[in-house]
């Protein structure tokens, strides 16, 4: 049973989050102990606070990472400092969590979004309608910045904008493209975490992500011919005139320009700096739609919005936080143990040495574990603190692509996961029936994308 604190009290933990975010951002560029014990010890208190409100199911495998990782600890006798510092181990990735969606925000307020449906509306009108494509088209170009948030957006944008669809099949849609993004956008958290896991940089898997990517949508476009519910709901919307297009496409436009140049700027201090991408990222999100509002003369809207949504963090964040944190708790103490060596060494006996059947042996153990409801962040810390890619003569790289092929395929296929969950929410379907309508189509794509990986490993381009 979960329970619920007073709002005055979840607005407080909001704004504690934010503030734990902030001290993060700025010891990354700053490095001090004295920080790091700060935002480790806020950590542990959200930690705390996030257990008494979460699912049980989150709650008892937070309880269980703790638990275990305390005894690890105590069984090597670290310094009681290490312990601290490792509930914040993982606060990159939640703060990552907590500003991204401040993209969607100026989007929101700068009518880019009401442009946007607007255009399309136009573009239909005088074009054969295609909802499907055009849905995939904005799920995959959307959803490279606004993460999540881009599935119920683009679900909104074609029950105003386009004449006709069906329900369940539109749903399925978004949730398919949503994966092109998670195989490449640094703009994902499964993204930032195997950058800081593997120590390598995103532009040095950012070409190899994206080919990933498209073999996706190329097979997202082959199983889309067999994708079909039965009773699905049509949704029918009178095509009325095209509204004025002229405002609009100065507003795109504007969009355009936008996205464009957070995207050039992110790649070029990627380069610049030797923070992570994770922490540029998180930068941008808190920085560049601010510098943006006030360039557009809607800083006041903004900044509400902003304030509103720190009152709400806490809530919308909770799972993560519980999940996140002892994850992170949990890794750090399996650095003190050899268990590294001994599941290299498992992984490379059940693979016969192969490094193909490794991968599919990566994948498949990620998405089993997601279906049973152990969220991915957890397999891939375990499995990312735990591989060696030497043993296995890949490189750093090579195993980074590899486990954000293994979360996004968890993704699609886990009832437990955000996306799955969020799909069927806007569909008014179970997870369950989402789980088995896309099972072959994860089935075929463990098949392809480690062989595609494979390939790239040869031809020295991961």
């Known amino acids: 049973m979960s329970h619920e604190y007073p709002q005055s009290w979840r607005a407080g933990l909001g704004l504690i989050l934010f503030v734990t975010a902030l001290i993060y951002l700025v010891e990354a560029f700053r490095p001090s102990a004295l920080l790091a014990f700060i935002y480790s010890s806020l950590a542990g208190f959200l930690l705390a606070a996030a257990l008494w409100v979460v699912r049980w199911g ?19 006798a670290p310094e009681w400092e290490t312990m601290v510092l490792s509930l914040g181990r993982n606060l990159n990735l939640l703060t990552l969590f907590l500003l991204v969606p401040y993209f969607g925000i100026i989007m929101s307020v700068g009518g880019y979004l009401t442009a946007l449906k607007h255009y399309i509306q136009h573009y239909e009108k005088q074009h054969k309608p295609h909802p499907y494509r055009l849905s995939t088209l904005l799920t995959a170009g959307m959803g490279v910045i606004l993460n999540l948030g881009a599935l119920p957006i683009t679900y909104r944008i074609a029950e105003e904008s386009f004449s006709g669809f069906t329900r369940k099949k539109m749903g399925m849609v978004l949730l398919r493209a949503f994966g ?43 199983f889309f011919r067999r994708l079909h519910f039965d009773h699905d709901q049509p949704v029918y919307r009178q095509r009325q005139p095209a509204p004025d297009n002229s405002h609009s496409g100065r507003t795109i436009a504007a969009l355009s320009c936008w996205m464009l140049a957070l995207l050039s700027l992110s790649f070029t201090l990627d380069i610049l700096l030797e923070v992570s991408m994770l922490t540029i990222v998180s930068v941008l999100a808190l920085t560049f739609p601010l510098f943006w509002a006030l360039a557009i003369g809607s800083v006041r809207e903004y900044i509400q919005t902003i304030v509103q949504d720190v009152c709400h963090a806490f809530d919308r964040l909770r799972n993560e936080l519980a999940i996140f944190i002892s994850a992170g708790y949990f890794g750090v103490s399996l650095s003190y143990t050899d268990l590294g060596d001994s599941v290299s060494q498992l992984i490379l006996a059940l693979s016969f040495e192969s490094v193909y059947m490794m991968s599919v042996i990566i994948i498949v153990l990620t998405v089993l574990l997601a279906l049973a409801g152990v969220h991915p962040v957890i397999v891939v810390i375990g499995i990312g603190s735990a591989l060696k890619p030497e043993l296995f003569g890949t490189s750093p790289g090579f195993m980074a692509v590899l486990l954000v092929t293994a979360w996004t395929l ?18 008014g379907v179970s997870p369950w029936l989402i789980v088995k309508k896309n099972a072959l189509f994860v089935l075929a794509l463990i098949v392809v994308l480690p062989f595609i990986l494979y390939l790239l490993w040869q031809m020295n381009l991961v």
């Open 410 to 427: 968890a993704t699609q296929l886990s009832p437990f996961s955000g996306s799955v969950l969020m799909t069927a929410g806007l569909t």
């Open 58 to 76: 989150n709650r008892i495998a937070a309880l269980l990472l703790i638990v275990a990782g305390t005894l690890i600890f105590w069984h090597h």
């Open 180 to 222: 092109f993004c998670m195989l490449w956008s640094p703009y994902f958290v499964n993204v930032g975490l195997v950058l800081v896991l593997f120590d390598v940089s995103w532009t040095s898997i950012a070409a190899s992500g994206l080919i990933m990517a498209v073999v996706y949508m190329i097979m997202d476009f082959i």
